[in-house]
């Protein structure tokens, strides 16, 4: 139903919450629980070091796909807070609509498969296995940024 971000970001997919009759009360529970595991992430992946310094540079935003794009709008929103010269949005596959849609959110898109019959992200993957908290700080290990 929609998706936060850091700097107080906020998407709602109104579609969605109108055809399934969410509650501004539920919608509020909801958002709190996310924001405290927003905390939570930011604090593990990133601990005590200052969030990155993208101001006047170049931001690629990558994800696993694009269905409703209501977290990639949430990240593009919040990269944008911290004014960059430029956002890109890089996707391996997508929802058609969806793309076009954040088309007027960034700067520029890349999605390498669009499929006509798109259901969800996970029908591209052979394994769509979440990653875990320890693969996430073990691949920023090994980041030079």
Sequence with gaps: MGAIASGGVRVLNQPVIRACRVSLA???KVA??????LVRRELAYRG????????????????????????????????RLLTPARVVVAVPVGAAETCHDLAD?????????????????????????????????????????
């Design 105 to 145: 959110l960034a700067d520029d898109i890349v999605c390498l498969y669009a499929p006509a019959s798109f259901a969800a992200v996970s029908q591209c993957y052979l394994d769509f296995t979440e990653t875990s908290d320890d693969e996430v700080r073990a691949l920023l290990a090994d980041s030079p940024v």
């Design 26 to 28: 539920a919608i509020e």
């Design 48 to 79: 005590a070091r200052p969030p990155l310094d993208i101001k006047g540079k170049v931001v690629v935003l990558v994800d696993d796909g694009l269905a409703t794009g209501s977290t990639m709008k949430a990240a593009v929103q919040a990269a």
């Design 32 to 37: 709190a629980e996310e924001e405290q595991e």
